[in-house]
């Protein structure tokens, strides 16, 4: 057991700085997206028998690859939902993994159970995102901060006494406040304690899940600021977690874009702000507010809904709402030809416009002029289908004729299955290493465009 003496960061790391700490490889995470007694029965009046049997799997992280360096930052950034959490939790094995590696410090906490892996966790800590719901509000916060270490057996009761109000101190609060419950602290004061708690075992490694996101933004500063020092003084690891680009840019060396349990692109912080190689972190980037109230208009707004991860995209995951898919290779179409048809096809998929006559279809999407050849051919059957003079009769585009709804359907299903998913993007899953303009390390994209 540790002594009273032994001052904050006792423990003696075997990992070099700059080394590698944390390798990820392979790591996937599946939920069952039903439970209870009926779960895995599916009801299919169309088929007999008309019942089935299977769960379906939601795909919260799928196929995880990358590496963390001792002492460095890796900043995690994606949309609400696209299982930057999930993956945070898992490496840290909260959740178990479905598949793959978590490579720490040369033993895979994939494999780990029982004492084994308990005697791993003072090795790596997490930062909840709530500041409020992560503090029992029951305990007095030197209580809270000492928890882990009574876990690991880390000092008698003198010891742990005085780390908490050192670990305070450290944190920028007053160790005087040693006895006060949490309800008595700011939001700011409380995600310190929650630093406290996790820096009290000493970790190598700390997952922050968007420890500032509920903060205001002066206290936010406040708050990465203190990180960035005890991560200098400490020698820590971050891996960390949040949405807001400009928090990942002020504390992060490299940055890992997630899009629906993929990541699609992962480079050093400047190169990937600077440089960025996927469409998706390009909108990400186009979305940052500019303080210029001279400037008005709608910024780096995506179409479409993020897909459901139960039933993913094939190849791409970010393809149906990507504004650069890639034209199939078997049609001869031009750049701005193809620009056309990808808008006129997620344009009938979404229904946005309002019936018309094929020649107004044609000037709205095509001015006036379909794309040669196969694809032409392809369009106009699909226009057919949808115009309100199509062949057999005008029809009238305010009826209820179960026929109209069909007619969308089948062009919407035309057009996706002979274009979007006849493309690279859907038939093949992207994975390319590029070179850096900006710094020396690996720029990593997932996307066909670098082919």
Not at 129 to 153: F, N
């Amino acid at each position: 057991m540790s002594t009273p003496d032994d001052p904050i960061g006792f423990g003696e790391s075997d990992i070099a700085h700059g080394e590698t700490l944390l390798e990820v490889d392979g790591l996937t995470k599946h939920f069952a997206s039903d439970s209870g007694l009926l779960a895995g029965i599916n009801l299919e009046t169309d088929r007999f028998p008309p019942v089935s049997f299977g769960v379906d799997q939601v795909e919260a992280v799928d196929d995880v690859t990358f590496e963390i360096k001792k002492g460095e930052t890796l900043g995690l950034v994606g949309e609400s939902g696209c299982g930057k959490s999930t993956l945070g939790r898992t490496i840290l094995r909260l959740l178990d993994p479905t598949d793959g590696t978590i490579s720490f410090k040369g033993d895979d906490l994939a494999d780990l159970s029982g004492e084994e892996l308990r005697q791993k966790r003072s090795e790596i800590q997490m930062i909840f995102q709530d500041p409020q719901s992560s503090l029992d509000p029951r305990m007095k916060v030197g209580q809270i901060i000492e928890e882990p270490m009574g876990a690991h057996d880390m000092f008698d009761d003198e010891g742990r006494e005085a780390r908490a109000k050192e670990l305070l101190e450290k944190v920028g609060l007053d160790p005087r406040h040693y006895n006060r419950h949490p309800h008595a602290f700011s939001g700011g004061q409380r995600q310190r304690i929650n630093l406290a708690r996790a820096l009290s075992v000493d970790p190598d490694f700390v997952v922050c899940d968007e420890p500032v996101s509920a903060l205001d933004v002066s206290i936010q500063a406040q708050v990465m600021n203190t990180m960035e020092e005890l991560q200098e003084e400490f020698g820590l690891t971050y891996l960390f977690i949040a949405h807001d680009l400009s928090v990942i840019r002020h504390i992060s060396d490299r940055v890992a874009v997630m899009y629906l349990g993929h990541i699609v692109e992962l480079a050093e912080k400047e190169e990937l702000f600077e440089n960025p190689q996927h469409p998706y972190t390009n909108a990400l980037l186009e979305s940052i507010p500019v303080p210029d109230p001279r400037q008005s208009g709608v910024r780096g707004v995506l179409e479409g809904e993020v897909p459901s991860p139960q039933n993913p995209p094939s190849g791409c995951r970010f393809r149906t709402r990507c504004p650069r898919l890639i034209a199939p290779d078997e049609y001869e179409i031009g750049e701005e030809e193809w620009s056309h048809t990808r808008a006129f096809m997620r344009a009938v998929k979404r229904r946005t416009f309002e019936p018309m006559s094929a020649a107004e279809i044609r000037q709205e999407f095509f001015d006036g002029e379909l794309p040669r050849g196969g694809a032409g051919e392809i369009i106009g059957e699909a226009i057919e289908l949808i115009a309100t003079d199509r062949e057999g009769g005008t029809r009238d585009p305010d009826s209820d004729d179960d026929d109209v709804e069909e007619n969308w359907e089948e062009a919407t299903d035309l057009l996706l299955g002979r274009f979007a998913e006849q493309s690279i993007c859907a038939r093949e899953r992207p994975a390319y290493d590029l070179e850096s303009e900006h710094g020396s390390g690996t720029h990593f994209a997932a996307c066909h465009l670098h082919r």
